[in-house]
């Protein structure tokens, strides 16, 4: 029911032990050389080269690469070529575990299909953004993951708005968020109203009433919303090759300072109108 | 009955997982700790065979009471519940560390039982 990578998809349906997935990890360990162990395998650069540009990347937000060839280490023409022979001889995790003895090739077509299917509920639609940002495709995958989760877990019928820039947002009965770091950096803010936050806490608590329920239960339903969502963002940008950790979620008061856009920050925008008339709010304050 | 101990911050999540639990007929809850620390102690107190606990907690997390639990009591199984669990480096740690599966939120309660049973 979430955005999965194989090796957990195999270990959770028993497919596979997790001591095989473990052996099959290690062997990927051993046999993927790292950017910098392909060049020196490929004699673009010594030892020294390495240890020079590991020392350089402490004060320099660099990728190791770009970093070689900004040194004059590497040309682009042997950072590419460097890239190529990685990816081609990339052991995945399927053939590492046929390698282990974990799984036949037959198995492995068999369980890599069973999950694309499973997976497939996952695959991102394009939605448009309204102006040039960095990373768009991160943020294009956020909005249908929020939707689709909408669908997935609280189980609501809805159409989504056209996604606007936005200054200063309106505020609302009750705003969870949580900030995404690593690769890229941004605040995700989820706005509810009350009759919308019922409705979450009813299908994340899978009761019927929650009239009773504290409100700090009842917020914490919608925290909760927001942690699954940003999790398996994380999960689907590190298949898109970007690293993104995420911080415990929060409520956002509406005399808060995380209410207004921060400067050096894109605000957009995305309504999200419920078949009930009621309109929940997804908000991504973005770092230029 | 095996009893399990269940670890998160989370009022909603701890709620969602101890009625998986208790509606199942062959587990049932030995209780809630709301951090990492807490579950060590509530470990020592209530001896449940199974510990269901959350990666991101405020406090001491998950990960850092998994490596203490894992050293304090060779018996007890921890499996690890996050909504990070599809990240391959997150879920490949939590293995490493010595948790013996991870659940992936949202879960449903077939996929947590079907998990809990193979232990």
């Not at chain 2, 065979?49 to 998994?66: E, F, S």
């Amino acid at each position: 029911m979430a955005v999965k990578f194989f090796g957990q998809y195999l270990v959770e349906n028993n497919l596979v032990s997790r001591d095989a997935l473990l052996q099959a990890i290690e062997l990927q360990d051993q046999k993927n050389l790292k950017l910098g162990e392909m060049a020196l395998s490929l004699g673009y650069l010594s030892q020294a080269d390495i240890e020079r540009a590991h020392n350089a990347q402490m004060s320099k937000d660099m990728k190791l690469g770009d970093l070689l060839v900004e040194m004059g280490i590497m040309t682009s023409e042997q950072l590419n070529d460097v890239i190529t022979h990685q990816k081609n001889t990339h052991l995945y995790i399927g053939e590492a575990l046929v390698q282990v003895g974990a799984l036949t090739p037959d198995q492995l077509q068999q369980h890599l299909a069973a999950f694309k299917l499973d997976q497939a509920l996952y695959v991102t639609d394009k939605i448009e953004l309204p102006a040039a940002i960095a990373n768009s495709t991160i943020w294009e995958m956020t909005a249908d993951l929020t939707y689709k989760m909408i669908t997935r877990v609280l189980d609501l019928q809805f159409r989504p708005g056209k996604c606007e820039l936005i200054s200063a947002p309106r505020t609302a009965f009750m705003m969870a968020a949580m900030d995404f770091s690593g690769d890229v950096e941004a605040r995700y803010v989820i706005s509810v109203s009350e009759n919308l936050q019922k409705q979450v806490a009813k299908a994340i608590l899978r009761e019927e009433t929650v009239d009773n329920e504290p409100v700090e239960v009842l917020e914490d339903t919608v925290m909760e919303f927001v942690n699954v969502v940003c999790g398996n963002v994380a999960a689907k940008a590190s298949q898109m090759g970007k690293a993104m950790e995420i911080n415990p979620p929060l409520t956002i008061k509406q005399s808060d300072p995380g209410l207004a856009v921060p400067p050096g920050y894109t605000g957009l925008l995305f309504p999200i109108h419920i078949d009930d008339g009621d309109t929940m709010e997804l908000k991504l304050f973005i770092k230029n | 009955m095996k009893k399990v101990l269940v670890v998160d911050d989370s009022l909603s999540v701890a709620r969602q997982l101890e009625k998986i639990i208790s509606e199942s007929g062959d587990f049932t809850c030995a209780g809630h700790a709301k951090n990492g620390a807490e579950a060590i102690k509530m470990n020592h107190t209530e001896d449940p065979d199974i510990i269901c606990m959350d990666m991101n907690m405020p406090g001491m997390d998950g990960l850092t009471a998994l490596r203490s639990l894992v050293v304090l009591d060779k018996d007890v199984k921890v499996v690890m519940v996050t909504s990070l669990g599809g990240v391959g480096d997150k879920f490949t740690e939590a293995l490493k560390l010595g948790a013996k599966n991870v659940i992936s939120k949202p879960f449903d309660s077939d996929t947590v039982l079907q998990i809990l049973r193979q232990l």
